[in-house]
C-alpha cells in the first residue's frame, strides 16, 4: 500500500474491519513527531491512543525506528508522520506496515510547500511545515478527515475537536500577528543554526539566514561562515538564535567573530520536553515568538 497523499473525504469503502462495530477500544494512532502527537490527541479525544515515537528532544532528521517501534508501527490504525522527506525512513516503513494500517504524510498533502534551492544541493522541500499556524489549522483538518475515515461513527466528533483546537491556533496566529508588527521589518532578520524557520519567515515577512542547511545534518563550510559573519556586520542584525537540539559550536563561533548578541534558544523542530515550558505546541510557538521579538526589538 502507498502512502496515502491526500485526504479522504468519503472513506467508506476503506473501513477498517472493526468499523461498525462500535468504539469498544479506542484507534491506535502512532505519530512520528511531536507536533502530530498533540494534534491527533487533541482532534482524537477518547477515540484515540495515541503512541508517538519520536520524543521532544529527539532529532526527527536523524531518528530511525527501532525494531520494536516498527512493530508498533505494524499494529497501528493509524501512522501520522510529518513527511516532505524529513523521515528517510518512509518508503521501507510503508512496505512493512502494508495493508494492515494506513501511513499518512501530512505535510505531504499540505498546499504551498516551500522549496529550497541551496548550493550543493538540487531543489529540496523544507519539512519544518510546523512552523506556520496555517499549516496546523490545514494539518488538523486532515487528520480530523484521516481519524474518521478509520472510525466513521466518529466522525462528528472529530470535526468538533478539530474545529475547537482551530480557534486556539487561530488565537495564537493573531496574538503572534500583533506581537510582531511591533518589529520594524527591517529588523525581521532570522539567523539561526539550521534552516528550520522559512514557514514562520513566509508568513511574517522575515529573511532567514541559517548557518547549516534544511537538515541538522548538513554542516556549513567556512565560506558560508564568512558570508554570514559578513551579513551580520552589514547588516547590523542584533541577534542570533540557538536551537534546543542543535549543537552550539557554530553559533558560538558567529557571536565570537562578530560580537552579535545570542536571542536565545528557539524550538525548530517540535516540542519541547516536561519542564521546558515548550511541552504544547502553543506554549512552543508563544516561545519562539517571545524570543525572536525580544531579540531583534532592542536597541
Ligand atoms: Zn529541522
Excluded at 494500517?101 to 498533502?109: L, Q, W
Excluded at 522575515?206 to 564568512?226: M, P, Q, R, T, Y
Aim: proline share 5%.
Amino acid at each position: 500500500m502507498k502512502a496515502i497523499l491526500a485526504p479522504a473525504l468519503f472513506g467508506l469503502a476503506a473501513c477498517t474491519a472493526l468499523a461498525g462495530q462500535g468504539s469498544a477500544r479506542p484507534l491506535r494512532v502512532v505519530t512520528l513527531s511531536t507536533v502530530l502527537a498533540e494534534i491527533a490527541r487533541e482532534v482524537g479525544g477518547r477515540e484515540a491512543a495515541v503512541v508517538n515515537l519520536v520524543q521532544p528532544g529527539v532529532d526527527p532528521h536523524t531518528f530511525n525506528p527501532s525494531p520494536a517501534e516498527i512493530r508498533t508501527l505494524i499494529d497501528a490504525d493509524l501512522v501520522l508522520a510529518s513527511g516532505l522527506g524529513i523521515e528517510g525512513y518512509l518508503g521501507r516503513l510503508v512496505a512493512s506496515v502494508g495493508t494492515r494500517g494506513r501511513v499518512v504524510a501530512v505535510g505531504d498533502a499540505l498546499p504551498a510547500v516551500i522549496w529550497m534551492n541551496r548550493a550543493g544541493t538540487g531543489g529540496e522541500r523544507d519539512p519544518h511545515w510546523w512552523n506556520s499556524v496555517d499549516n496546523m489549522l490545514i494539518a488538523s483538518g486532515l487528520v480530523s478527515a484521516e481519524l474518521a475515515r478509520a472510525r466513521p461513527e466518529s466522525a462528528g466528533e472529530f470535526e468538533r475537536n478539530a474545529l475547537a483546537y482551530g480557534r486556539r491556533l487561530s488565537a495564537l496566529k493573531a496574538w503572534a500577528a500583533a506581537e510582531i508588527a511591533a518589529l520594524p521589518p527591517a529588523r525581521r532578520q532570522l539567523v539561526t543554526s539550521h534552516d528550520a524557520f522559512g514557514y514562520f519567515a513566509r508568513d511574517y515577512g522575515f529573511a532567514v539566514h541559517s548557518i547549516n542547511g534544511l537538515s541538522s545534518e548538513s554542516e556549513a563550510d567556512a565560506k558560508h561562515l564568512a558570508g554570514l559573519i559578513d551579513l551580520i556586520r552589514r547588516e547590523r542584525i542584533r541577534a542570533v538564535f540557538a536551537e534546543s537540539s542543535a549543537n552550539p559550536r557554530l553559533v558560538a563561533n558567529l557571536i565570537g567573530e562578530t560580537g552579535v548578541r545570542l536571542g536565545g534558544t528557539l524550538y525548530a523542530d517540535g516540542l519541547g520536553p516536561a519542564g521546558s515550558g515548550a511541552e504544547s505546541y502553543e506554549a512552543m510557538y508563544r516561545h519562539n515568538v517571545l524570543a525572536i521579538v525580544g531579540a531583534l526589538a532592542g536597541p
